[in-house]
């Protein structure tokens, strides 16, 4: 297949130079605007968001280039299976909504690694916070920045460095300028363009390819089954089921990056409601990612490589224009998701690492000042470790991400569930967890990728099921500690902050109740096949 620069006019760059000037603009207008609390307004939008904000932006953060061109590519491969991905996360995200996030702005901490300093103490805080720092570097920065690098060489033609380098600068723009705030607003704009095209390119693909009833024709039964057989080598039902949760756990509910609009909230009903607006726009993941890849295999059954499949479906069904109208939409989902990184790092140094252990003193300029350096180096530390991942060859990135969470995902999972939700968790077994169950997670997982790499060794089990595994072990690990440690007299201050709370109201409950019975008739429409 040609280059996609080949494909693409003048009016295509003109579009794209277009759109980048918008986002710079906004930014500009948000950052320049009177401010009060400014350290508020630059880490959680001085706790003014709305839900349709907090959705807007969860989901922008969640949609990456690697989002858009891999869930086309297992689409073209092997149809709706990925859809676990966004589906099955609505029972994560409510997790978050009605357990994690009353307890979160309960207690108006900033940063995560703050609250569990207060369930546990400040050598918890300070190992989650590194812990974070370097979570948020790798799995979101890094790798977000090496597929959208791929992509932006892709569309302008330009050297990995150079296309690194014009990414993290416009992405370090919002962060460093307005913080938060920025990355809401040019997030709302992001995400309704994003639903937009991407909707208009899925009606094509469809309409190209003879409507549903002709792909579905045209596609083997297994296409259209979120759950596949045990014996299906990529995606097995009980991997998926067992697996998963421990991935969304931490995903949804304790990862920086996706929470911190959430503690933006501007109470905790619109924090649970935007965290239900989330899950309902998760369901758009398999129309607008998906079902694209699936009409490319119908239309271009040959294609060498399947990761191509969504820039085929875009440059052979849109004309000179419209073209360059989705290469500034996916611009706009890496632009979103390394904004908001960019910003939960800053917060996560400043305020767990600058502010707490070196200068409690600070005052707000040095902290907002402190910000915005951590941003500006998190940024060029992000380039050079993507310039790194770009010298290793032969890795699906897809699936390569989605071990890299699985091994990540696990201490951190056990800790904020047993910390959330058992009293008598304590702080030495949540410290042995994330210091000693890191390590063998991490190290299971460098066993896995690279010392005795699945596709060679046969023993392996899959990645997910190998994350559940980690993750018994580490519950079972923070059970027996925690009990053979636990004294009532020295535990009565941690467990205060997750006291037990009011329920939530009616007008929360009826979205989320709908969006159950929404979830249940769509896994039975997708599992008869």
């Not at 969860?58 to 689409?75: D, F, Q, R």
């Not at 014009?166 to 040019?186: D, E, H, P, Q, R």
């Not at 224009?321 to 632009?335: D, K, R, W, Y």
Request: hydrophobic share 55%; charged share 10%; net charge positive.
């Amino acid at each position: 297949m040609e280059s996609i620069h080949t494909f693409l006019k003048p009016i295509d760059f003109i579009i794209v130079t277009a759109y980048l000037f918008i986002l710079i603009a906004i930014g500009y207008w948000v950052s320049f605007r009177k401010k009060k609390n400014y350290n508020d307004n630059l880490f959680l939008a001085g706790r003014s968001l709305g839900w349709t904000s907090i959705g807007f932006t969860m989901w922008g953060t969640n949609v990456g280039p690697s989002m858009l061109l891999a869930s086309a590519s297992i689409g073209y491969t092997t149809g709706v299976v990925a859809g676990n991905f966004g589906w099955y996360a609505f029972l994560f995200i409510l997790l978050l909504a009605m357990v994690f996030a009353p307890r979160y702005l309960e207690a108006r901490v900033i940063t995560l690694p703050e609250f569990m300093g207060k369930r546990f103490g400040p050598s918890t805080r300070n190992i989650l916070a590194w812990y974070s720092l370097t979570t948020i570097l790798i799995s979101w920065l890094s790798l977000t920045l090496f597929a959208g690098s791929i992509l932006v060489g892709q569309i302008l033609n330009l050297p990995m460095w150079l296309s690194a380098i014009v990414l993290v600068i416009i992405s370090a723009f919002f962060t460093v300028s307005g913080g938060l705030k920025a990355v809401a607003y040019t997030n709302v704009f992001q995400m309704v363009l994003l639903i937009i095209v991407s909707l208009i390119l899925t009606v094509k693909g469809i309409s190209a390819a003879g409507g549903i009833k002709s792909i579905y024709q045209n596609t083997h039964p297994h296409y259209w089954n979120l759950f596949l057989p045990l014996s299906d080598k990529n995606y097995p039902w009980l991997a998926i089921i067992l697996g998963y949760p421990v991935m969304g756990i931490w995903f949804w509910c304790t990862d920086q990056s996706m929470v911190q609009s959430v503690l933006g909230a501007r109470n905790l009903v619109q924090g649970q409601l935007g965290a239900n607006f989330t899950a309902w726009l998760k369901i758009l993941d398999v129309a607008l990612f998906i079902i694209p890849g699936i009409a490319c295999f119908v239309l271009f059954p040959n294609l060498k490589d399947p990761d191509e499949a969504y820039m085929t479906i875009v440059t052979r069904l849109f004309p000179a224009g419209m073209t360059g109208m989705v290469m500034a939409v996916l611009i706009a989902a890496l632009i979103s998701t390394i904004d908001s990184a960019l910003n939960s790092l800053s917060t996560v140094f400043t305020m767990d690492i600058y502010v707490k252990k070196f200068k409690p003193t600070a005052n707000q300029t040095e902290i907002v000042g402190i910000g915005r350096i951590a941003a500006i180096s998190g940024a060029i530390a992000a380039t050079f470790l993507t310039l790194a991942i770009d010298s290793i060859k032969g890795l699906n990135l897809f699936d390569v991400f989605q071990a890299i969470l699985g091994f990540i995902a696990p201490p951190m999972s056990v800790v904020f569930l047993f910390g959330v939700l058992w009293k008598k968790a304590t702080a030495k077994a949540a410290n042995i967890v994330l210091t000693a169950g890191t390590a063998f997670s991490i190290g299971i997982g460098i066993f896995y990728l690279w010392v005795f790499p699945s596709e060679k060794y046969t023993f392996w089990p899959h990645f997910l099921l190998l994350s559940f595994f980690i993750f018994v072990i580490l519950a079972f690990a923070m059970w027996l500690i925690s009990l053979n440690g636990y004294n009532k007299n020295n535990n009565e201050s941690g467990p205060s902050v997750i006291a037990k709370i009011p329920p939530a109201p009616m007008k929360v409950w009826i979205p989320w109740i709908l969006l159950i019975i929404t979830m249940i008739g769509l896994y039975i429409l997708f599992n008869g096949h």
